[in-house]
């Protein structure tokens, strides 16, 4: 293999078990989002619209769908005879094999993909948030501070500070402390979970945390205070758009909803930098003749012949004659038959909600009513 | 050993210069928004386990290169076989009326010859349908024909469908144009590997012909079998048949039987963003592609990848095509807008349902 300047490390082994029935058949990277894309497409494209053409995926929480999805990496331009897309599940040895133990152990573990590509840089990347960066800029950030570590933060509102972890810098952006989910922060900057290394230091210092009996073998939690101690450069890279860890049913929710109304938090039309996905060719969105759409987002192979008021409507999803679906996402394939009425709810993929069901509450104090993926609801089960 | 072959002739234009192939050859024209002619020959062919397609390319290729790419979207960018970019013989001109020029054939002789295929399976791309072309080839294997050709009984007058003169399922002559009923040829047909170059051989003296006419005197001893195709067809070959082929496409049975999920239409993949239907907006029956916003009315109308209607913009009867900007309080009706028009605010583009107006593609 070609030198590379930097390759990044895509961490989608995760479960996501707080997304609850999405994530039952699904690795939380896999699960569908924004109409047409599903999570990790959001950290590939990133990927390749900064320039970045070698990409490790780290998989192992029920992996099938999504190294499906992944195929060969043509669908984010990242099929490359030499580079591309790399699909690195948990694999055995001579003496055994185990699963990924910690984020930093998932990388521990496929160190040997990283020597094998010899990059000067590593970035690593969790493959289950919703954002749009360019890592060439955070890349050029971490060489104009000659760092060791650059840690992607954003602001947080005070009052939320205490949720994430916080670094606190100086007035050159060189990080100071670092505290998991402090109880009184004295910053607000929270670690996005995105990293850039040197690539001998990551090799160096995850190579003496595999031996360390200590250890969780967790970025946050064990190889940035380590990297602290030791003195050296860590810097962040200060990050003011939209990004969202979809941990829960209510974030999802609630995320979804972002991308709806006249000017939405995240800009899904953006030509520079557009979200790529790997969708397979369907016909434009029908709308039928009595048919009311108002605020939704369409997805390709979808038909619409009642209302859909401030919902996602993604690819393939039906909403019958006479049904209403309000503040509702509808992953692919969902269908919700003439008459039924669909509110405040996330229907999983290819999942059916019967003729005259009602189903979800305006009540905003109630959960989002979730169905899960290939489920059917029928009367008198809502 | 692969048992099939594709061949497409994707180099004719029609002859009406218009909107719809003047700036392009037939088979890159678009259909229903995010598609284009050519998608459905191939995908037919791919669909039927066909994994070596040689595409004969008209003069003005770019359009069409531009979409087929490599043929990764149809599974065909593969080590052994897939897409052939084969030349066409006239470039510069386009012949009328014929699909199958000999010479187009005979010129790609080394193609065929190549190939070690029992079958050719060929099509032009100036039809719009999906078939299961395994039956078709099945049918030719079955009946022992030399060639078998996909009819239908023709649905309305076409002055640029080839029809042909039947005697129960065999084929006795061949005729320009069709009548309401007439057999009309869906430009596709199978035919043995070795009988092809045995009959570009025999007319080698004749190859300005069309196949089906060149064999004029031969239909007696060599045997054409029809095979009658029952599902939606239409032909792109004029701005009406290609405005009311868009149109079929808002009636969701006939598109349920054109796109089945088991047999996909495959086309070139975008990464378009979901259409965004905004507060106000007034859309109803109507298909809409990927990447469009929506402020304005649209009604019985076909919208193309990324067209935007802006707030009191109205759309009536008529096909949008790609990247098209109607803006605020204008108005297009019984109109076909090739892609890349802004149609200024407060301005008309109207045709009438006899007439349709036509707004040739603006430059990129």
């Not at chain 2, 719009?128 to 050709?149: F, P, W």
């Not at chain 2, 064999?215 to 032909?235: L, S």
Request: charged share 25%.
């Amino acid at each position: 293999m070609s030198k590379r300047e930097c390759i990044a490390m895509l961490l989608a082994g995760g479960q996501g078990s707080r997304l609850g029935v999405l994530t039952k058949s699904v690795a939380k990277p896999a699960v569908s989002f924004g109409g047409k894309y599903r999570i990790i497409d959001f950290a590939l494209s990133n990927c390749a619209n900064s320039g970045i053409d070698t990409v490790g995926v780290l998989t192992q929480y029920r992996p099938y769908l999504l190294h499906n999805y992944l195929g060969s990496g043509s669908a984010w331009n990242l099929d490359e005879s030499d580079g591309g897309l790399f699909i690195l599940p948990p694999y055995a040895t001579q003496t055994g094999g185990a699963w990924y133990a910690g984020t930093a152990d998932a990388v521990t573990q496929n160190l040997g993909f990283i020597k094998q590509n010899d990059p000067e840089y590593v970035l690593i990347l969790s493959g289950d948030q919703l954002y749009s960066m360019d890592y060439q800029k955070m890349l050029d950030n971490h060489k104009r501070h000659n760092a060791d570590l650059t840690i992607a933060v954003m602001p947080v509102p005070w009052e939320e500070a205490s949720r994430f972890g916080i670094l606190t810098t100086d007035e050159d952006e060189k990080i100071l402390k670092f505290t998991e989910k402090p109880n009184k922060p004295d910053s607000n900057l929270a670690s996005m979970g995105i990293y850039i290394f040197n690539a001998d230091l990551l090799v160096k210092t995850l190579e003496e945390d595999a031996v360390d009996q200590t250890s969780e073998h967790d970025f946050g939690k064990n190889i940035i205070p380590k990297l602290l101690d030791a003195g050296k450069r860590l810097y962040t890279y200060e990050f003011n758009g939209f990004w969202r860890d979809v941990g829960t049913i209510a974030s999802y929710h609630e995320t979804s909803m972002d991308l709806l109304g006249t000017k939405p938090d995240f800009d899904l039309y953006d030509a520079e930098a557009p979200i790529m996905s790997n969708a397979g060719a369907m016909p434009p969105a029908y709308v039928g003749p009595d048919a009311t759409v108002d605020d939704c987002l369409v997805g390709n192979g979808s038909s619409i012949y009642g209302k859909a008021v401030h919902s996602i409507i993604s690819t393939g999803a039906v909403v019958g004659e006479r049904a209403i679906v309000q503040d509702s996402v509808l992953l692919p394939g969902a269908e919700v038959k003439p008459g039924a009425h669909v509110v405040r709810a996330i229907l999983g993929e290819n999942s059916v909600v019967e003729d005259n069901v009602i189903l979800g509450s305006v009540d905003q104090t109630k959960d989002t009513a979730v169905i899960g993926n290939d489920v059917v609801v029928g009367k008198g089960e809502e | 050993m692969e048992k099939l072959l594709g061949v497409i002739t994707a180099n004719y234009s029609t002859k009406y210069p218009s909107v719809l192939s003047e700036a392009r050859p037939a088979a890159s024209v678009p259909f229903l928004g995010r598609y284009r002619v050519v998608d459905f020959a191939l995908s037919n062919m791919v669909n039927a386990g066909i994994k070596t397609v040689g595409t004969i390319m008209p003069y003005n290729y770019r359009s069409l290169i531009d979409h087929i790419g490599s043929g990764r979207d149809w599974d065909l960018n593969r080590k052994k076989g897939g897409l052939f970019i084969l030349p066409g013989s006239a470039f510069g001109t386009s012949r009328t009326g014929s699909r199958f020029l000999l010479r187009d054939l005979e010129y790609n002789k080394v193609f065929l010859k190549r190939s070690e295929a029992e079958y050719v399976v060929l099509s032009s791309a100036s039809f719009v349908y999906n078939m299961d072309l395994t039956k078709l080839i099945d049918a030719h294997a079955e009946s022992g024909a030399d060639i078998t050709v996909l009819t239908q009984a023709a649905k309305a007058k076409d002055v640029d469908v080839t029809g042909f003169k039947v005697d129960g399922t065999r084929v006795h002559g061949v005729k320009h144009g069709v009548e309401f009923g007439d057999v009309a040829f869906l430009d596709c047909f199978v035919i043995g590997r070795e009988f092809l170059l045995q009959l570009l051989d025999w007319y080698e003296q004749t190859d300005y012909l069309d196949l089906f006419e060149a064999m004029a005197a031969d239909y007696e001893r060599v045997n054409v079998q029809v095979y009658d195709y029952e599902g939606y067809v239409a032909p792109i070959f004029n701005k009406d048949t290609y405005f009311k082929s868009n149109m079929d496409m808002l009636d969701p049975k006939i598109t349920a039987e054109l796109f089945p999920a088991d047999r996909r239409i495959r086309t070139k993949a975008h990464d378009n963003a979901p259409a965004k239907f905004e507060t106000g907006s007034r859309v109803s029956n109507a298909r809409v592609s990927g990447g469009c916003r929506i402020k304005g009315t649209v009604s019985n109308s076909v919208l193309g990848r990324n067209v935007i209607v802006e707030t009191g913009a109205v759309v009536s009867n008529a096909i949008v095509m790609q990247s098209c900007v109607i803006k605020t309080g204008a108005r297009v009706e019984n109109a076909i807008v090739d892609r890349n028009n802004v149609v200024p605010a407060g301005t008309e583009l109207r045709g009438t349902p006899e007439s349709l107006l036509i707004k040739e593609k603006a430059t990129d």
